[in-house]
C-alpha cells in the first residue's frame, strides 16, 4: 500500500474503497498504533479513526 493520500479527510475522501478497506482491516491488526499507520499511509489518524468507527456501523 503507497502513502498517495496526503493530508486529513479532504483528500483521504476520495480514497478508493479498496484503500480504506485495507487501512482499516491493517488498524484492527492492531501490530502499530493507529497514529503510526496513520501517518505511514499518509491520511490523518483522526480520518482513519473515522472509517474504523463507519466499518463497523455499516459492515459489508
Not at 35 to 50: N, P, Q, T
Amino acid at each position: 500500500m503507497t502513502a498517495g493520500h496526503q493530508g486529513g479527510c479532504s483528500n483521504a475522501r476520495t480514497a478508493p474503497t479498496e484503500f480504506r478497506q485495507r487501512a482499516v482491516e491493517l488498524a484492527r491488526l492492531g501490530d502499530k498504533p493507529v497514529a503510526a499507520l496513520a501517518r505511514d499511509l499518509g491520511i490523518s489518524e483522526s480520518c482513519l479513526r473515522f472509517w474504523k468507527r463507519r466499518s463497523r456501523q455499516d459492515p459489508k
